[in-house]
């Protein structure tokens, strides 16, 4: 089994690499990193031994959270809200004297589970029932009327049952009461309760139904709606089980994570609110043990005759404590071991990739050099998984934050804003798309929200995008033409129009490195794009026409400073639009400016850097007229449909007087 998920993990593995490759992901693709091969496994046993040693890691045989349908112990994590048709079920209960109370249960089949009916004390209909016996219906069973103030007299007939373990307050009564402990459901999810063994819980419910209405004893049923804790990945409603699992003790922590996600720069900022609500309502030490077969094995044997926890060597780890023995004899004498069979949840060890990715158990120097890292980038979905168990393992073995910044992004769904899923039906394949249009029209549409936001799929998005990848390839091959015998070491005074341009393209560059700074590409490439259509091309281009075309007419320098700040206009854009747009900029940059640059990729050439000395506000603004002026004789020539290239006869501009000589 498990060299079959080694297979499989393999596999998938690889599609993985090819897809992110085919996207531009860049990355040191020599240097990656699985979290289940040997140097994982070594790290995250490595792990478990420091937290056991700090006396963080303990195993503790007690209610769990439990998943009847995947027949393990899940992490508080791992559940989610699920609303659910149920019925409120009014059953019957004869309390001792002969008088007879309603309890409102939507859980009937935990009946045999029942040890205690509790109410509130200050509840005046029960008051006189507080200290006596109730008889539970159906399994005869004798228990306790306690009052306590977690009772709500407003919910359902105001007094209720407590079992083990219907839910989080039924083990808060049991531990404090020191009621006793009823087991009525096995660990996949049957009734061992008499009459009903062996029913699954959904069965058994229906069924007591059924016979507390053949009894008379159900007195009334309402249909209802409402939320239960289910299994993340199977959809299952959870149980409380009581079993022996390993935890981290991290609860006493909670300030000092909470603080940790302050010293954490967020992008954006309120994606912190969503760390701090689940470290404010942990109720759960990390459950870490998971009653599977593959992945990383604890590594800890029992010894037979005390039960003590007896530790790998860390120089003999990576061990398999299936496959291998303790080396020296358990403190008591014994050599008689059982492993533990029980392996480490997923995020036990996804909660250390900065460690695997920085050798932490193979090059110590090396990892001191690199820790923390600059930046953890994530979806909003497992900020409190693998953000904040990433977190706690970096304070439990550093002290200190595993990283410095934290981008977190959104979902990409369907057209209609819904989550993509296989059984929808509605997932719209990254591949197809890729082949449909481009990888660079896909990063494109997935650029076009603002970074932590969901971003619907809109596939005009994937069109404006190959739009804009044609165009920079189309104004390249322009550019191409007057760049052959082009010398970028002369240089030449720039003309009015050459001054707005560069007065743009600095302050686009401002505003895009400022945007890019706070990981928000959005402006990047919105600002990059207005630019480069708005600007470069509709407007640049053709003022710099004629003094391409015939430069006979003009100084050796109006020629020069054309091609100057047509090269630089054009290479900052390609640059800006460089992480949005990685092949097709690159293959241009090759084509055009790789041999001029003398640096081998435009992806390893320095960012456009903002000059302010370039900023001409009066040339802007005279330029801003221009353009506004060609823009409405355009115009006016489309509405007469004549040739944009007619000439007018007369042309009469109004502007303030201190442009007048400017324009001129
Ligand atoms: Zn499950
Ligand atoms: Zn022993």
Redesign the pocket.
């Known amino acids: 089994f498990t060299n079959l998920c080694l297979a499989e993990t393999k596999e998938a593995e690889q599609e993985m690499l090819n897809s992110w490759q085919r996207l531009g992901i860049s990355c040191d693709w020599d240097w990656i990193y699985r979290t289940i091969d040997k140097t994982a496994i070594k790290t995250s046993q490595f792990s478990f031994i420091e937290l056991y040693k700090q006396n963080r890691a303990y195993r503790k045989e007690a209610p769990s959270i439990w998943c009847p349908e995947c027949a393990t112990a899940i992490a508080q994590v791992e559940l989610e809200d699920k609303e659910t048709s149920s019925s409120f079920n009014d059953i019957q209960f004869m309390i001792e004297g002969g008088e007879k109370i309603t309890i409102a249960t939507t859980r009937p089949e935990l009946l045999a589970a029942c040890v205690a009916i509790i109410a509130h004390p200050d509840d005046q209909r029960y008051k006189k029932f507080i200290g006596k016996k109730a008889t539970v219906p159906i399994f005869n069973l004798q228990v306790p009327i306690l009052a306590d103030k977690r009772a709500q007299p407003e919910k359902g007939t105001g007094i209720v049952m407590c079992c083990t373990f219907g839910d989080q307050t039924d083990m808060e009564w049991w531990k404090a009461y020191n009621l006793p402990l009823r087991i009525v459901i096995t660990t996949d999810g049957k009734l061992t309760a008499k009459g009903y063994e062996g029913l699954r819980i959904k069965e058994a419910r229906k069924k007591i139904i059924e016979d507390l209405q053949r009894l008379g004893l159900l007195k009334k049923q309402i249909e209802i709606k409402h939320i239960v804790n289910v299994h993340e990945r199977c959809g299952t409603p959870i149980e409380f089980i009581v079993s022996k699992q390993w935890y981290i003790r991290y609860l006493d922590l909670k300030d000092k994570f909470l603080k940790l996600g302050e010293e954490l720069k967020w992008y954006p900022e309120h994606m912190k609110n969503r760390y701090d609500n689940w470290v404010k309502g942990l109720q759960w030490d990390w459950s870490i043990s998971r009653q599977r077969y593959f992945g990383v094995p604890f590594p800890v044997w029992y010894?037979n005759?005390?039960?003590?926890v007896n530790l790998a060597e860390k120089q003999d780890l990576p061990i398999d404590p299936l496959t291998s023995k303790p080396k020296k004899p358990?403190?008591?004498?014994?050599t008689e071991f059982t492993p533990e069979k029980d392996i480490m949840d997923t995020w036990a060890t996804s909660s250390l990739t900065p460690q695997i990715a920085l050798k932490w158990v193979e090059d110590e120097e090396f990892f001191k050099k690199m820790y923390p890292m600059s930046l953890r980038p994530q979806a909003h979905d497992i900020i409190s998984f693998w953000l904040f168990n990433t977190l706690v393992k970096g304070y439990f073995h550093h002290k200190q934050l595993p990283w410095k910044n934290a981008m977190i992004s959104g979902w990409a769904l369907d057209a209609k804003g819904k989550k993509m899923s296989k059984s929808k039906g509605n997932v719209i394949e990254p591949q197809e798309m890729i082949t449909k249009y481009s990888a660079d029209a896909l990063r494109f549409w997935a650029s076009s929200t603002k970074l932590g936001e969901d971003l619907w799929f809109a596939e005009k998005e994937f069109v404006t995008g190959n739009r804009t990848i044609t165009k920079l390839w189309n104004a390249s091959r322009f550019v191409s033409v007057h760049f052959d015998n082009y010398d970028k070491r002369k240089s030449a005074a720039p003309t009015l129009l050459d001054r707005w341009i560069k007065t743009k393209l600095n302050k686009v560059i401002k505003i895009c490195t400022e945007s890019i700074e706070q990981y928000e590409y959005i402006h990047l490439r919105l600002d990059t794009e207005k630019f480069f259509w708005q600007i470069l091309c509709d407007n640049y281009l053709e003022f710099i026409k004629d003094r391409l075309y015939n430069p006979d007419n003009y100084d050796e320098d109006e020629v020069q400073a054309a091609k100057n700040t047509l090269y630089e206009a054009l290479l900052a854009s390609l640059k800006l639009f460089a992480p949005i747009m990685p092949h097709i900029t690159e293959e241009i940059y090759q084509h055009l400016f790789k041999e001029k640059e003398g640096i081998k990729s435009i992806h390893l050439s320095k960012w456009p850097k903002y000059n302010e000395k370039e900023v001409d506000e009066e040339a802007e603004k005279v330029g801003d007229v221009i353009v506004e002026m060609v823009a409405m004789v355009r115009k006016y020539k489309s509405q007469k449909q004549v040739s944009q290239k007619a000439p007018l006869e007369s042309l009469t501009i109004d502007v303030e007087a201190p442009l007048v000589d400017k324009l001129k």
């Open positions: 010894c005759k005390c039960d003590e358990c403190k008591c004498g014994s």
